[in-house]
């Protein structure tokens, strides 16, 4: 309050030596120096009354008015003594330091009073320079000439006429005059922005038994392309053929996008289908452009890549991976009602995720209902369904220079704690956009025991959790849709993928990545029960830095590293746990 009022009355000790009287016009004109503040200067025998109107510096200890305005108060613990004044529990003597008090205004609850009481008149340049640093303090004591800060403090909020103390009579000594106060209804009740019932629904349904774990080539895939296609056309968003000339290999509502795929080992190509809805844009300045929100709709089925060996035949419900991206995504479609965004937004839908990022590999090779090169950005929605208490993570913000402040503003502006991670990637559908030079970043809850498991069932989805997640990416949504200019893009400083190679991986190491992990080797954020890790003594924190002595470096690594293993192989595994490194021998099982 006192450095934000353009006017202020500064009152000086007219009894003071001519020096003092300099030094205190010096802080004055410093504080006034770039215009933001206009000071009337007076003498404390010129003023007659307080004005009501503005804020009042008061200087010297022996200011008249310091001694009418900064008098014994029991509500903010204030005291003034001779030679010193207590602050609370503190007593600061003015011989030792330089003081600072400010208080309410006894004239006007909305503006405020302080006092400077220099130890020494060297002290006041650096104080002048200094004090507006400590905006949020109601008292400040600094040593020496510099000056030091040695004291700083708070008042209670006992002289506030914003209190109420809403203790229980028995909890205090004084009863409010009312007895308490009644718990009443609030006037009105906001509808939700978005449903955690129909994301339920949304997953419940893909992730049923009856879908087989939505694998490749399975009649579920198929159902659950039709369940997707028909919930954009709900939502009011356009088919591709209403919005473009483009030719699409499409059916006659035309939302599919369609193309084969030949897994290792297959002698026939498999039929897969991407989903696409579009929201069109309603700004012409950005025609030809788009921002893209995404999830991949496939899992594992009974025998995909990835399943377990000693879990093939089994179902992989695939809940969290990733029928919960998918329930966000369709929910953001069903919030936006048709309404549309400045840039056209497309939400897609990829197939083939789990077998190498087919759909979006394909999708960005052949981009509708723009060009690769109109993506403006994309919001990829990968494994968002077990937030509860920890953070909402955005992978991948070294893509574009304004990811991190665009998550670091939402978390901000709604409460909602997430984390920034540069890297991270290859973890999901956004590397095909990156590698393509398109910034693109990824939703993700965290890792899990279930991962890539039949127990990632839609039972463990956290409904709470998938609000905050649609809060965010809504947020974000409409930023990157409503941005003048394109994201600053910064894909050159991101690592080159791995080359994978297109055998399988037959062996278990049971190492629960850490996807927040930055630096070198992988970090276990957990480790699997019984699996070759736990048993060699890996744990929870360790990061894997080498495999045979060959270095692990990042995910895709980890991943290569061990297709050339067979089962049973002996792996001496170099980790690094508190500081210090370690080997252990890991003997990998049948995946």
């Known amino acids: 309050q006192m450095f934000g009022d353009p006017r202020v009355l500064a009152v000086l000790p007219a009894a003071a030596p001519a020096a003092e009287l300099a030094a205190y016009r010096k802080m004055l004109e410093f504080w006034g120096g770039g215009g933001a503040q206009q000071f009337e200067i007076v003498t404390d025998r010129q003023l007659k009354q307080l004005p009501a109107d503005q804020p009042v510096w008061l200087f010297g200890r022996g200011n008249a008015w310091a001694d009418r305005s900064f008098g014994n108060e029991a509500a903010p613990g204030f005291r003034r003594e001779a030679d010193a004044v207590v602050l609370g529990t503190a007593r600061l003597a003015f011989a030792d330091r330089s003081l600072v008090v400010v208080r309410r205004h006894p004239r006007n609850d909305m503006k405020a009073m302080g006092w400077i009481a220099l130890e020494s008149l060297a002290a ?8 507006p640093h400590y905006g949020k303090y109601s008292w400040l004591g600094f040593s020496g000439t510099e000056p030091t800060n040695t004291d700083k403090g708070e008042w209670s909020t006992g002289d506030s006429p914003l209190r109420v103390d809403l203790r229980s009579p028995a909890e205090r000594s004084d009863a409010l005059p009312t007895g308490g106060y009644v718990r009443r209804a609030a006037l009105a009740q906001l509808p939700a922005v978005f449903d955690a019932q129909l994301m339920r629904r949304d997953i419940e349904w893909l992730a049923d038994p009856a879908r087989e774990g939505r694998g490749p080539g399975t009649a579920g895939l198929a159902a659950a392309a039709d369940y997707l296609a028909a919930a954009f056309k709900q939502a009011k968003l356009k088919s591709v053929a209403e919005v473009a000339a483009t030719s699409v290999s499409a059916n006659a509502d035309g939302y599919f996008q369609s193309f084969a795929f030949t897994p290792p080992g ?6 897969l289908r991407n989903v696409i809805g579009v929201l069109p844009g309603t700004d012409p300045r950005f025609a030809g452009e788009a921002v893209l929100v995404t999830a991949h709709y496939d899992h594992l089925g009974r025998s995909g890549p990835g399943v377990r060996m000693s879990e093939v035949g089994r179902v992989h419900p695939g809940a969290d ?11 953001l479609a069903r919030a936006a009602g048709g309404a549309g965004l400045p840039r056209t937004v497309v939400f897609v839908a990829f197939s083939g995720e789990e077998s190498g990022l087919q759909g979006s590999k394909h999708f960005v090779a052949n981009a509708v209902p723009v060009p690769a090169s109109g993506i403006r950005s994309v919001l990829n929605l990968d494994t968002v369904g077990r937030l509860r208490d920890g953070e909402l993570s955005a992978l991948a913000t070294d893509t574009a220079s304004e990811w ?3 998550f670091r503003g939402i978390g901000f502006s709604t409460g909602i704690a997430v984390r920034n991670i540069p890297g991270a990637g290859q973890s999901s559908d956004q590397q095909s956009f990156i590698e393509k030079g398109i910034p693109a970043v990824q939703l993700f809850t965290g890792a899990h025991l279930d991962y890539h498991r039949p127990t990632d069932t839609a039972d463990r989805i ?8 649609a809060t965010v990416a809504r947020e974000a949504l409409e930023y990157l849709a409503q941005r003048p200019t394109p994201l600053s893009v910064t894909i050159a400083n991101v690592a080159a993928p791995v080359a994978a190679s297109a055998a399988p991986r037959k062996v278990s190491f049971g190492l629960v990545p850490d996807y927040a992990h930055q630096g070198e080797g992988v970090k276990a954020e ?4 019984q699996s070759p890790a736990a048993r060699a003594g890996v744990q929870a924190g360790d990061v894997l830095l080498s495999l045979d002595g060959k270095p692990v470096n990042g995910l895709a690594a980890f991943s290569e590293a061990l297709k050339a293993y067979p089962v049973g192989a002996r792996v001496r595994a170099v980790l690094s746990r508190n500081g210090q490194q370690l080997a252990l021998e890991v003997v990998l099982q049948e995946r």
């Open 526 to 529: 957990s480790v699997v029960p």
């Open 462 to 469: 956290d409904l709470d959790g998938l609000v905050k997640v």
């Open 321 to 331: 991976d990733n029928a919960s991206g998918v329930a966000v995504m369709l929910e």
């Open 266 to 271: 297959a002698r026939v190509p498999i039929e």
């Open 124 to 131: 006041a340049e650096g104080l002048a320079r200094k004090l």
């Open 404 to 406: 991190q402040h665009v």
